[in-house]
């Protein structure tokens, strides 16, 4: 399945860096605001070294893991939702994403301008948020509007549309998230045909930079208000040093930990934010292994065998018999299906089972 997170922020947080380093692309990021007029678009694979094992296994020809796309979508100013900047077109190129990476700067720099002068992490995030807000209530007004009319026909589906509506815009006009409010099933069901923006699940991504002074390092107001902010809000949140990073992405694996050593960063922010992003969309990957090929499938949790299936091919649905099952530790411990079916640790599996993260599966139709 298509997964695509959106990187959004002020101007000059850091939002190219990140898209630089996480595709390896050579997409702009000079310091200016709006350089960034069309939103670049990679393809990032989601570091699972379960396949790596399996791949090597199996002697695989071929290894596929499992991918979200990023798109680097321009900075967003205060105003963006009454066309401020360029915040129509940015406005919409976040609609079409299935999450929102929402980079946030931690660093003070005279070199790299912030737009209000003053770097507040806070602040920043009430600018954006409120900007999708505003966007969300412009678009959920003229559609209530609408439906309030339209729904008198008793159609089902315009009716079960107003009643969820008229529960989202007094929440999107008190100034709050349309995701915090709380549906029902069908609530949900109605409310996704809105394409709400503030209706996406978001991640904070908080955006360090090595040899400057560094919210968090400082540990002042600025951090303690942030830290409040995340807990109360019940956000994810990921930290990246975006600057080190995209210098890392042209060094060989080998010496990557060793200069991340030097630079004082310990951690793979690239990976952390790929497995953050994931998990935010309560995505998991199921896996297949032979000669031929390796590959990590991406399905969403609580997916049954034939959904699963219908990521590899629709007929693994619609003509699924059973699935043959194991665990990616237990069949790399037996070195080889064979040899686990030899020793009866490969289940089969019938239309009801709900896949795990990390099974490992053949498919009968």
Known sequence: MSVCIGIVGLPNVGKSTLFNALTKKGVPAENYPFNTIDPNVGVVAVPDFRLD????????EKKVPAAVEFVDI?????????????????????????????????????????????????HDIEIIDMELVLADMQTAEKRLERVERDSKSGEKELLAERDVLRKIVPVLQS???????????????????????????????LNRKSGTVNVDAEGGERWRQLKEFLD????????????????????????RADFRRELGV????????????????DLISFLTTGEKESRAWTIRRGSTAPEAGAAIHTDFRDKFIRADVIRWDVLLKEGSWAKAREKGLVRTEGREYVVNDG???????
Do not use: W
């Open 232 to 255: 109360s809000s019940g956000a994810d949140s990921v930290v990246v040093d975006a600057g080190v990073e995209s210098d890392l992405s042209d060094v060989h694996d080998d010496e």
């Open 175 to 205: 100034g709050k998230a349309a995701r915090t409010l709380v549906l029902d099933t069908k609530e949900q069901l109605a409310a996704k045909g809105l394409h709400l923006l503030t209706m996406k699940p978001v991640l904070y991504v």
């Open 53 to 60: 094992k399996l791949a090597e296994m199996s002697h695989s």
């Open 359 to 365: 099974d490992v599966m053949e498919f009968k139709v």
């Open 74 to 122: 321009a900075g967003l100013v205060k105003g963006a939702s009454q066309g401020e900047g360029l915040g129509n077109q940015f406005l919409t190129h976040i609609r079409e994403t299935d999450a929102i990476a929402e980079v946030v700067r931690m660093f003070d720099d005279e070199d790299v301008h912030h737009v209000a002068g003053h770097v507040d992490p806070v």
């Open 266 to 281: 310990s951690n793979d922010g690239l990976d952390d934010l790929i497995k953050a992003g994931y998990k935010l969309l």
